[in-house]
């Protein structure tokens, strides 16, 4: 985001009218995502105030209640919008049990630590697939560009010789429905 210190605003000069928001997995004020969310333009930060349920040991929301959150809050017209989701079941300690809820199996990975990374990884992927099955139920899909990142790779001590060698070593950024060829980013 420091790439766009503006994105919401960006959005707001090229239209009339416009709807931002920030989704955030606690409290708005945790790691200052109330300031950092208004300081990029945008006009709502919704957080657990707004009926998400804390949970688990962080504290933190569930991302499948971040997600549906983030999507009862999309408008329901075609007014442009920016929004900014930041789920939290990523982040560690990555023990066995925790508060998600996500029955992939994965095969030869021994570590308790790496089955879990990879286990959030999945469940984040279907709160994302969830997501955009919304955006393309209210019609907004076509006129929306998706970007996901992570603020950092995969962890060295969660993937064992074999994991490391078929995962990048990159923070990993994802344009989805651009309409732009991969080869021309």
């Known amino acids: 985001l420091n790439v766009y210190?503006?994105?919401?605003?960006?959005?707001?000069?090229?239209?009339?009218?416009?709807?931002?928001y920030t989704v955030v997995s606690?409290?708005?004020?945790?790691?200052?995502?109330?300031?950092?969310s208004r300081s990029l333009g945008?006009?709502?930060?919704?957080?657990?105030?707004?009926?998400?349920?804390?949970?688990?040991?962080?504290?933190?929301?569930?991302?499948?209640?971040?997600?549906?959150?983030?999507?009862?809050?999309?408008?329901?017209?075609?007014i442009p919008f920016c929004c900014l989701i930041v789920p939290s079941n990523?982040?560690?300690?990555?023990?066995?049990?925790?508060?998600?809820s996500c029955d992939v199996k994965f095969e030869n990975i021994e570590d308790v630590e790496a089955y879990e990374y990879f286990r959030r990884a999945h469940y984040l992927d279907e709160q994302?697939?969830?997501?955009?099955n919304v955006l393309k139920q209210k019609g907004l899909y076509e006129s929306?560009?998706?970007?996901?990142?992570?603020?950092?790779?995969?962890?060295?001590?969660?993937?064992?010789?074999?994991?490391?060698s078929a995962l990048s070593e990159y923070?990993?950024?994802?344009?989805a429905n651009t309409g732009i060829d991969r080869d021309d980013l």
């Open 5 to 20: 210190p503006s994105i919401a605003r960006e959005v707001e000069e090229q239209y009339d009218s416009t709807y931002s």
């Open 26 to 36: 606690s409290d708005k004020y945790f790691w200052r995502q109330n300031e950092v």
């Open 42 to 78: 945008f006009d709502h930060v919704f957080d657990k105030d707004d009926g998400m349920t804390l949970r688990g040991s962080n504290g933190w929301a569930d991302d499948s209640e971040v997600f549906s959150l983030a999507s009862s809050v999309l408008p329901n017209d075609s």
């Open 90 to 100: 990523m982040h560690a300690p990555y023990s066995r049990n925790n508060i998600i």
């Open 128 to 132: 994302v697939r969830d997501f955009i």
């Open 144 to 164: 929306t560009l998706i970007v996901i990142t992570s603020d950092h790779q995969v962890p060295d001590k969660y993937c064992n010789s074999s994991l490391k």
């Open 171 to 175: 923070i990993p950024v994802i344009f």
